[in-house]
């Protein structure tokens, strides 16, 4: 195979993973992208229609098979079971980071068992890619053929009976979840926004916009919030937040910088509750609310 061509798909990138394993025979696709790196991730991370097809199809004996397994599994793991965590990226990926170093911790008690990223240029997916966590194209870029893509219930089933995801974590992803997704994952898929909302939210406020409008608007505060994801950008319910007073010398770089440290401790924090069935809903509207680990009479 020319190194300019794939053949792969997300079971061939799991299979691979043992070291030359089986490769999805798939006919390739030429693509023409310039580097290395970016060539071993289009390699790995392209998930085919056809071989999530292959995956999920069976005969009825291994579907029976599958079936008592998986019940078998479901009781013996369902008390105190580790979270399945996937997590969306667009980006560099710190706070997947900062969510992955809490897994390893304990304050987490959860993996991260899936990255899907909206595109193979994502500085998260090598780092993915290097700890063997399968990563998945959704939805892809435009040079994507139609063909290739997976379809919004596909991607939905995947999550849920492929990789048995408990917990979604949108992680700088920048694209629109699915509504089918949404309510698969209603009050189990959290966002982390890099100021607080609802103000400097909405489409297409991401990166150093939001941070660039909160110093110019002469905002004093700024903060993260994490909030529960809907159908619309940043207007699921708040779970939590963290403020941050700003100098007014400080440039949106700054802002910036100090934000995303932020972040790294408020998103686990939450995470880490939510795998642990620590979040309440407001009776009246539905707002999250954190019970302490330490004192199960607090709430914040
Ligand atoms: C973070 O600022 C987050 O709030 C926003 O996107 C950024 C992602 O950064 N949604 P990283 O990719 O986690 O470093």
């Known amino acids: 195979m020319s190194s300019s061509s794939f053949s792969s798909c997300a079971s061939c990138f799991l299979q691979n993973q ?16 310039p580097s290395s790196s970016s060539r071993r991730r289009q390699r790995s991370v392209l998930f085919l229609r056809a071989c999530a097809a292959q995956r999920t199809s069976g005969n009825d004996d291994d ?3 599958d079936a008592k397994k998986t019940k ?21 990926g710190s706070n997947m980071r ?4 809490a897994c390893e911790t304990g304050e987490i008690h959860g993996q991260i068992s899936l990255v899907v990223t909206s595109s193979y240029t994502a500085g998260g997916v090598e780092w993915a890619m290097d700890r063997d966590v399968p990563v998945l194209l959704y939805p892809g870029g435009e040079d994507l053929a139609e063909s290739e893509r997976i379809s919004p219930s596909e991607l939905n089933e995947f999550l849920k009976n492929e990789y048995k995801i408990d917990v ?3 992680a700088g992803y920048l694209r629109l979840i ?3 997704l949404c309510r698969t994952f209603e009050n189990k898929m959290l966002n982390i926004h890099p100021a607080l909302l609802p103000a400097f939210g909405g489409r297409g406020m991401h990166g150093a916009k939001v941070h660039e409008a909160v110093v110019n608007s002469g905002a004093r505060f700024t903060g ?14 708040i779970v939590s937040q963290r403020i941050i007073r700003i100098d007014p010398s400080w440039t949106a770089e700054e802002v910036a910088r100090r934000v995303l440290k932020e972040e790294h401790e408020v998103f686990p924090e939450v995470v880490a509750a939510l795998c642990d069935e620590r979040i309440e809903f407001r009776e ?6 954190i019970i302490d680990k330490m004192d199960s009479n607090k709430r914040y």
């Open 18 to 33: 043992g070291g030359g394993g089986g490769r999805c025979s798939r006919q390739t696709r030429r693509q023409s992208r």
């Open 63 to 65: 579907d029976e098979d």
């Open 72 to 92: 078998q599994q479901h009781q013996q793991n369902e008390k105190n079971k580790k979270k399945n965590i996937a997590v969306f990226i667009s980006g560099g």
């Open 98 to 101: 900062a969510i992955h170093a």
């Open 168 to 170: 979604v974590l949108l």
């Open 178 to 180: 699915p509504p089918e």
């Open 224 to 237: 993260s919030t994490v909030h529960f994801v809907n159908e619309n950008f940043d207007e699921g319910k």
């Open 284 to 289: 009246a509207d539905g707002v999250g609310v």
